[in-house]
T-cell receptor
Framework: AQSVTQLGSHVSVSEGALVLLRCNYS??????LFWYVQYPNQGLQLLLK??????LVKGINGFEAEFKKSETSFHLTKPSAHMSDAAEYFC?????????????FGKGTKLSVIP | ETGVTQTPRHLVMGMTNKKSLKCEQH?????MYWYKQSAKKPLELMFV???????ENNSVPSRFSPECPNSSHLFLHLHTLQPEDSALYLC?????????FGPGTRLTVT
């Protein structure tokens, strides 16, 4: 079984400051990892994903995340926050084996951007 | 239309009503999902339909009944709901790995 922990249910940053949203996972086999963003009254939109290969993955809107196996982490970063980044962010994990259709989501981190 | 669509976007229903939520995916995926998203609670997987498996979350009450007539359409039939069932209901589809979500149906049970 796999699980995801997002540290901090609410993070506030100033516009132009670094964004760092933390995600730790547990998985018995190599995981596939994802970050999703959700704006109010909308569905979840895929930001980026890690499956295999390069451990630093780049996504949309200037976000990136680094898979660190030794730390079982997949933290999301963006060098400079923009007002439009204010949303809720979800980290998710699934198993890389065949027949794996289920994602396990973290509880989400709500990002506020202060002008 | 592209992606995953859901209708209706908003639904208000009484506890004695019967209604259905519809989801359609235009991505050629072979798996579809229903999730429930309540305020201050984690995203809850309700049902999964795929070529290889159908998975039901055993904690989902029987007043929620899914139907998947083909790989592109998914329904969630609702009857005799309770006020605590008010939430955002999200549909998603996938081939394998990442899931693509619809905009959701905001359900209010009065």
């Amino acid at each position: 079984a796999q699980s995801v922990t997002q540290l901090g249910s609410h993070v506030s940053v100033s516009e132009g400051a670094l964004v760092l949203l933390r995600c730790n996972y547990s998985s018995s086999v190599p995981p596939y990892l994802f970050w999703y963003v959700q704006y109010p009254n909308q569905g979840l939109q895929l930001l980026l994903k890690y499956t295999t290969g390069a451990t630093l993955v780049k996504g949309i809107n200037g976000f990136e995340a680094e898979f660190k196996k030794s730390e079982t982490s997949f933290h999301l970063t963006k060098p400079s926050a923009h007002m439009s980044d204010a949303a809720e962010y979800f980290c998710a994990v699934t198993l890389s084996g065949a027949g794996s259709y289920q994602l396990t989501f973290g509880k989400g981190t709500k990002l506020s951007v202060i002008p | 239309e592209t992606g995953v669509t859901q209708t209706p976007r908003h639904l208000v229903m009484g506890m004695t009503n019967k209604k259905s939520l519809k989801c359609e995916q235009h991505l050629g995926h072979n798996a579809m999902y229903w999730y429930k998203q309540s305020a201050k609670k984690p995203l809850e997987l309700m049902f999964v339909y795929s070529l290889e498996e159908r998975v039901e979350n055993n904690s989902v009450p029987s007043r929620f009944s899914p139907e998947c007539p083909n790989s592109s359409h998914l329904f969630l039939h609702l009857h005799t709901l309770q006020p605590e069932d008010s939430a955002l209901y999200l549909c998603a589809s996938s081939e394998r790995g990442e899931q693509y979500f619809g905009p959701g149906t905001r359900l209010t049970v009065t």
